[in-house]
């Protein structure tokens, strides 16, 4: 029996040439709305363009028996920075969240290569640049982590402050804490001291400018490796009714200040993945 041999290289690409016409006659009345690119894109006759560029910050609790050490931030850097790499251009940035806003600083910063034409060039100058910045922050991070660890944890008003930190032409961001969520501060102490009504403590802050509305737009928020349950040197008990209050202060402070996602976990920030219900 004969066979009909399979199409070559040239017969191929006069195929898709034909499709792409005829894509472009049939969407030419659709407004100029991205359709073809779209419709290219899904047969394959076109590459998927890339993901617009986030500013990924990622902030490191150096309170007393805070979570964040060497172990969790590896851990975190393994789930952002593929994030930032099929990201081009993303800004990584690792802060130190010490005693008050004067301690809040920046350690270190990195950016994500420019995309590529070539799919395999690009997938190893990503490959290539996680592993350099892996090693590069984690070797910034070295002395903040193995330094002195403070008693105050002024949290909200570290990610105010990263907030106000951004960068031009840059809209999309991602902040992670590497916490225990247990704010203690001018405004209040969620180790031990009673608990302010949620809505008086958000008055509170905002009265000095802190986690005001709008700060946080379009700003992605997650706290992770966050266990609320304890305090530092267990000096003060917890109750479920305690954790639960702290957990709610926690989402309404965020949520006013125009977080388009808050996710608090006591694992890595789930960064990338659809939020579930």
């Known amino acids: 029996m004969n066979r009909i041999p399979p199409p070559g290289p040239i017969a191929l690409a006069f195929a898709k040439a034909a499709l792409l016409v005829a894509l472009i006659v049939a969407t030419s009345g659709c407004g100029g709305d991205g ?18 560029p986030e500013v990924v910050d990622i902030l490191c609790d150096v309170s007393v028996e805070s979570p964040c050490t060497a172990t ?16 081009p251009g993303s800004h990584v940035r690792l802060w130190r969240v010490g005693k008050d806003v004067s301690d ?23 490959t290539k640049w996680i592993a350099e910045a892996r090693r590069f922050l984690l070797k910034a991070a070295e002395a903040m982590l193995n330094g002195p660890r403070v008693m105050r944890s002024p949290l909200m008003e570290g990610i105010t402050k990263v907030a106000m930190a951004d960068i031009p032409g840059i809209t999309q961001r991602v902040q992670i804490l590497i916490s225990d969520g247990l704010q203690v501060s001018t405004y209040a102490d ?15 802050l905002h009265a000095e400018h802190v986690l005001v509305p709008g700060a946080l737009k379009d700003t992605k928020v997650y706290l992770a490796f966050t266990d609320m349950s304890h305090a530092a040197r267990n000096r003060c008990r917890s109750t479920i009714f305690r954790l639960s209050a702290i957990t709610d202060s ?14 608090i976990t006591n694992g890595v920030a789930p960064i990338g993945e659809r939020p579930t219900e």
Do not use: H, N
């Not at 969620?190 to 509170?204: G, H, K, Q, V």
């Open 190 to 204: 969620f180790e031990c001291a009673e608990l302010a009504p949620i809505d008086t403590f958000c008055a509170r």
């Open 104 to 126: 809040v600083l920046l350690v270190a910063e990195i950016v994500s290569p420019a995309s590529s034409k070539r799919k395999k060039a690009q997938k190893g100058a990503d």
């Open 35 to 52: 359709s073809v690119s779209k419709a290219a894109t899904s047969m394959g006759l076109a590459e998927m363009p890339p993901l617009p």
């Open 250 to 263: 926690w989402r309404q402070v965020l949520r006013e200040a125009g977080a388009t996602e808050t996710v």
């Open 72 to 87: 969790t931030l590896a851990e975190q850097l393994d789930r952002a920075l593929p994030y930032a790499a099929a990201r």
